[in-house]
């Protein structure tokens, strides 16, 4: 079956660190995939999307991989702030609708 | 509107009772999807809007929750005779086109509570 794999341990690390998060996926070939991060109490809030064709993405101080070979995606955010602490959600696209993983929270202390 | 709104934010109901839920989408976006969130849980697919037809609606867990879109534009998500195990944030998502890959923008959910 179709499945969507985040650490469900939440991540701690230190303010001025990189953080990484990672996506696995099994039995899909997504054409794409995207990250959210979602705030407690809030909705998901669109971050990034990368192609299948696209091996790396960034967006201020977001890097986002793609290895469609390891069907795995990773998540950076570099100089990480404690603003930067929330949950974050990885999606793929195999049908008509984004299937989410279940999150990865992450604390960042300063 | 500027973004998606939900309504209302808090809901507690009685077991048995039916309940609404209202989104109303970004204004201009064609597609319009319900999750569901259990406490600590990831997001559960419930149905798929595109215009006012509903083209995949795999994901409703019973024939008990119902959803219309009318106009292209508001959506309601109708549970009938609730249960408890229906307590969670409903999500409601709109997109610019169906290809998603301007990404969903979501509200900030109804919180139903079934007592």
């Known amino acids: 079956s179709q499945k969507i794999e985040q650490n469900s341990e939440a991540l701690n690390i230190q303010e001025g660190k990189t953080a990484t998060l990672t996506c696995n996926y099994t039995?899909?070939?997504?054409?794409?995939l995207q990250w959210y991060r979602q705030d407690p109490g809030r909705g998901p809030v669109f971050l990034l999307l990368i192609r299948e064709n696209e091996k790396e993405k960034r967006k201020e101080r977001l890097k986002v991989t793609f290895d469609t070979t390891l069907k795995q995606s990773l998540f950076h955010i570099t100089a990480s702030q404690p603003a930067d602490s929330a949950t974050y959600l990885c999606?793929?696209?195999?049908?008509?609708?984004?299937?989410f993983g279940s999150g990865t929270r992450l604390q960042v202390q300063p | 509107g500027a973004g998606v709104s939900q309504s209302p934010s808090n809901k507690v109901t009685e077991k048995g009772k039916d309940v609404e839920l209202r989104c109303d989408p970004i204004?201009?976006?064609?597609?319009l999807y319900w999750y569901r969130q259990s406490l600590g849980q990831g997001l559960e697919f419930l149905i798929y809007f595109q215009g006012n037809s509903a083209p995949d609606k795999s994901g409703l867990p019973s024939d008990r929750f119902s959803a219309e879109r009318t106009g292209g534009s508001v959506s309601t998500l109708t549970i009938q005779r609730t249960q408890q195990e229906d307590s969670a944030v409903y999500l409601c998502?709109?997109?610019?086109?169906?290809?998603?890959?301007?990404?969903?923008?979501f509200g900030s959910g109804t919180r139903l509570t079934v007592v």
């Open positions: 039995n899909y070939s997504p054409a794409y």
């Open positions: 999606a793929l696209d195999p049908r008509r609708a984004l299937t």
């Open positions: 204004s201009g976006h064609t597609a």
């Open positions: 998502a709109s997109s610019l086109d169906s290809d998603r890959i301007y990404g969903y923008t």
